[in-house]
């Protein structure tokens, strides 16, 4: 899948013995602190990319920048995983996370925001979401920012246990029109004018 912007952007399916490395690097950054697995090694995150590869109702993508590794997503179905208890979820519904790798020598304006569009356009064009789903640390002020401007609607804090990881989140949702609308779409399109 591509993006009409500036950026070759596409999601293809994780692999664990090819990303575990790149990934790991990327885990170990303090940028990727709210992931809570800073101290994995290679080992450690080629397991962990095994479990949802191998997981019923979980996805997981390595995303390339003009073919190049650049960010991690992982898709997965709230009524069978992770929000189970603190979710009503319904048919169309689609949890997401994204990982983008962290800030390099030279710095690309507008990178984070072109992933993120994106993943979410990657969850209601290629995956048939009708409604995205997020969990982010209440802390995380600069995530949560990211996705109010992409369209998410807050709606509460919530506790998940995060495989014995107790997480305090922020339960927010994205309608595919909410997103069509917000801050984040608009501004692509004005770039792309």
Known sequence: MSVATSLDITLIPADPRRDAVVLQSWLSDPHSAFWGMTALDAAQVEEYLASVTTAPGQQAWLGLIDGAP????????????????????????????????????????????AVFAAVMTWCFDGLGATRVVVEPDV?????????VRAGFQELGEVVVDEGGHLKTAMLSTCTREAFAASALTRLDREERA
Do not use: C, Q, W
């Open 139 to 147: 802390r995380n002020e600069r995530i949560r920012a990211k996705n």
């Open 70 to 113: 650049a960010f991690y997503a992982e898709t997965y179905d709230p009524a069978r995983v992770l929000l189970t208890e603190v979710h009503e979820a319904t048919p169309g519904d689609l949890g997401m996370h994204v990982l983008i790798s962290p800030p390099g020598a030279v710095t690309r304006h507008g990178l984070t925001d």
